[in-house]
Each structure stands twice: as structure tokens, then as C-alpha cells.
């Protein structure tokens, strides 16, 4: 999705926003920092965009009212990529925004740099793009250097993990009718409540509805159906629940193509429940405001995502796991009246 093979690092300013709620305040440095060497360059690109090389989610900037510019990081990047010398001026800007919605007395006050980068490709395109990062956690590195006829040992306290990126986001020169095309990086701390400034409150993001997230919408919203809803109306077994999700990912993971009727007759079958499951969508999309199409290209790496999530594990108190990865008709469930428990018969050809 994020490539920086090509990429340069134009511009960078440092600036440290704190907690209001704690008392905090904010540091604000005065230009852009002077990077001496081709070394820190290096460590800070590594630092700065590696974390998004395994993103697969595309936002746009918005506003809860609909009107775009009121959104204060959109505005702050169009004033940047229109003219560069205003850079320092707006990085300066970005802190103080950063500062006004860190009132969550669990959020972390911390160093924000704010880049300019060149040629940062994403869908092969490459492009300019403003990066703003937060680090929040700090660690202690010791450092072992020879001295005279041996070693020693030394350590730094408050130093940044460049494998440790806390929260970033890169916001790229293009569609910037839509809110330009956003990659973010949120590494959750300090509790949902607090996690939830970043995204929601500082960059105001909206999804784009692409491929990725209507397959990732739709194996969400039928994993929620079958593992919640179906036991309102239907009686189904554990087993029989794995079978339904082994079969959407069948599904999903053989068809370039997700058709919801074909999907239905396929998978579910059973008129009653396909009409239960329809509903339950409508009431999704409703709900969250996220249309999704009866018809849509299937992602593949949103369906490997998903594979993480989909259980196909049959867990019996704590003594066994059965994984169910095939015919449901192979296991059947009974009750033992003289043991007064349940059990599974399991029938198989070989074993391995």
C-alpha cells in the first residue's frame, strides 16, 4: 500500500505538545531542524514510514458538518502543498491543534514532529505528503563501548524506540476535494477513551469505502450475524456456527467477486436466515452510516485479515479443542444420560 523506496525527506520541525488536563503546556520550536548527517535522515524514514508499509486502510480528512474546510488539518495541508515556505508556520499550527483536543487526563504528552516528504508512493503513485508523529513512550537503552583495556556500560534514559512508532499519520498530495488520501498509524495507550483523540478528534477521519473495507465490512458483519444474531431465531449448534464462517471464508477466499445473493444461497441457505441476515446488514449500514454494495471485488488482504479473527475452534471446558475445518456432518453432538454430560462424536478415515 506504502512504499518509500523512493522517498526523500524534505523538511522537519520538532515541537512538544503536553496535557492540558495535567497542566501541561506546549514547546514550539522556532525553524526547522538541521540535520547535519545522512544518518539521522535514514533512522528517522525508518522511524516514520516503516509502520505504514502493512497499512491497508485509506481515510479522508472531513468534518462532522459536511463543509471540509472547516477541518483544521486540511486546511493546515493545503496552505503547505500550495506553498512550502509556509511549512513552519502550519507545523506550528498542527501542535497547537494537537495541544487543544489532548484534554483526556490518560493522554500522553509527548515530542510531535511534523515532515515533509518526496515521492512516498501509495497505490503506485508517488507523491508528496505531509507526516505528522507523536512519540509518547520512551524507554532505557544501555550502551556498551570498549574502554581501555575492557568495557563499559552507560545507559540513556527517555530514548525513542525508532521500531516503536506511537501514533502517525501521512496525508498526500491528491484528491483534496475528498479530504486527500490519509494512511494512519494509532497505537492504542492510555485507555480506549484517550485513543480515540487521535483519529476521531485531532484528524477527523472518515474510511474510504473501497474494496479493502466493503470485504472487511461485510466478513465482520456476517461473523457478528452468525456468532450473535442467529441464536435469536434459529437453534444451532457450536459446530454448526463454525461450519457457516468456514464457509463464508471458503467463500470469500475462492471468489473474486462478492455477490449477496449468490453469497446467501451459497453460505447460508436456509430462506429464513438469508432474510435475517439481509436485515441485518441494512441495519449496519444504517446504523454506522457505511453503504455497503450487494456486489463488490473481493480484497484479498482484507480477507487474510479477517482469517485471523474467524474462529474454527470448538473449545469443550478446558480439557479439549476440536478444529472444524471441513464437513459439519462429521461431528455430532449427544447427551450422556448416566454421565449427565454433553459430548461430540467425531468421525474420520485415517489418523495422522
Not at 474510511?207 to 472487511?216: A, G, M, P, V
Not at 454506522?288 to 474467524?310: C, H, L, M
Request: charged share 30%; with cysteine.
Amino acid at each position: 500500500m506504502v512504499t518509500f523506496f523512493e522517498a526523500s525527506l524534505d523538511t522537519i520541525s520538532v515541537h512538544h505538545v503536553g496535557n492540558q488536563s495535567a497542566g501541561e503546556m506546549y514547546s514550539l520550536s522556532e525553524k526547522p531542524l538541521e540535520l547535519k548527517d545522512e544518518i539521522i535522515p535514514n533512522l528517522l524514514m525508518q522511524y516514520f514510514l516503516k509502520p505504514f508499509e502493512k497499512t491497508n486502510e485509506v481515510y479522508h480528512l472531513m468534518h462532522s458538518s459536511g463543509d471540509l474546510a472547516l477541518n483544521e488539518l486540511h486546511n493546515y495541508a493545503t496552505k503547505v502543498f500550495e506553498d512550502k515556505e509556509k511549512f513552519q508556520e502550519m507545523s506550528e499550527q498542527i501542535a497547537k491543534h494537537l495541544y487543544k483536543v489532548s484534554t483526556h487526563p490518560n493522554i500522553k504528552g509527548g515530542e510531535l514532529y511534523v515532515v515533509y516528504f518526496n515521492n512516498v508512493q501509495i497505490e503506485g503513485n508517488p507523491l508528496d505528503a505531509i507526516g505528522i508523529f507523536k512519540s509518547e513512550n520512551k524507554e532505557t537503552y544501555l550502551k556498551v563501548y570498549p574502554d581501555q583495556c575492557g568495557f563499559a556500560v552507560d545507559y540513556e534514559q527517555d530514548a525513542i524506540n525508532i521500531n516503536k512508532l506511537d501514533k502517525g499519520v501521512l496525508i498526500f498530495d491528491i484528491e483534496k476535494e475528498n479530504g486527500y488520501k490519509v494512511v494512519v498509524v494509532d497505537k492504542v495507550s492510555g485507555g480506549q477513551d484517550a485513543a480515540v483523540y487521535w483519529k476521531d478528534e485531532f484528524l477527523q477521519l472518515k474510511i474510504r469505502n473501497d474494496s479493502f473495507n466493503q470485504t472487511s465490512n461485510t466478513l465482520g458483519i456476517y461473523k457478528n450475524f452468525v456468532t450473535q444474531k442467529l441464536d435469536d431465531s434459529f437453534d444451532m449448534s457450536k459446530a454448526d456456527k463454525i461450519d457457516l464462517l468456514n464457509r463464508s471464508m471458503k467463500y470469500f477466499k475462492e471468489k473474486e467477486t462478492f455477490d449477496l445473493d449468490e453469497f446467501s444461497e451459497e453460505v447460508i441457505s436456509n430462506p429464513e436466515a438469508i432474510a435475517s441476515f439481509k436485515t441485518f446488514k441494512s441495519q449496519y449500514e444504517e446504523e454506522f452510516d457505511t453503504p455497503i454494495a450487494d456486489s463488490f471485488e473481493i480484497s484479498g488482504n482484507a480477507v487474510k485479515k479477517q482469517a485471523r479473527i474467524y474462529k474454527s475452534v470448538l473449545k469443550l471446558d478446558k480439557n479439549f479443542h476440536i478444529y472444524i475445518h471441513g464437513d459439519n456432518k462429521l461431528i455430532e453432538k449427544g447427551f450422556d444420560d448416566n454421565k449427565a454430560m454433553n459430548y461430540y462424536k467425531v468421525y474420520f478415515k485415517e489418523e495422522a
